[in-house]
Nanobody, 127 residues
């Protein structure tokens, strides 16, 4: 089973950028779809972004579309989440998740699509 470790979280002001990384213990390309979810205080867990097993298809939650970008680095076995124009509503704990099953618009949002999860990294956005 693949082991995932997130990093890159921190405390930033509104409008700032952060880049989160998800480091995997094994090859992801053509093996795992990878997604980012976030746990927002007083709101719960929500889907942020996902990258297909092939690395060619991306999906984004409505609230982050146009501001966040998910990408993979096959050589490093990592998936990154570039977050721009951060707003206080983006604050929360971000989790990286991976699953061997293919994803599509009907399954990408579901947590059960992903079998493996990282420990999370905290993102705070405040003035």
């Amino acid at each position: 089973q693949v082991h995932l470790v997130e990093s890159g979280g921190g405390v930033v002001q509104p409008g700032a950028s952060l880049r989160l990384s998800c480091a995997a213990s094994e090859r992801l390309f053509d093996n795992y779809a990878v997604a980012w979810f976030r746990q927002i205080p007083r709101k719960g867990r929500e889907f942020v972004a996902a990258l297909s097993r092939s690395g060619t298809d991306t999906y984004y939650g409505q609230s982050v579309k146009g501001r966040f970008t998910i990408s993979g680095d096959n050589a490093e076995n990592t998936v990154s989440l570039q977050m721009n124009s951060l707003v206080p509503e983006d604050a929360g704990e971000y989790f990286c998740a991976a699953g061997q099953r293919p994803i599509d618009p009907n399954t990408v949002l579901n947590t059960w699509t992903y079998n493996y999860w990282g420990q999370g990294t905290q993102v705070s956005v405040s003035s």
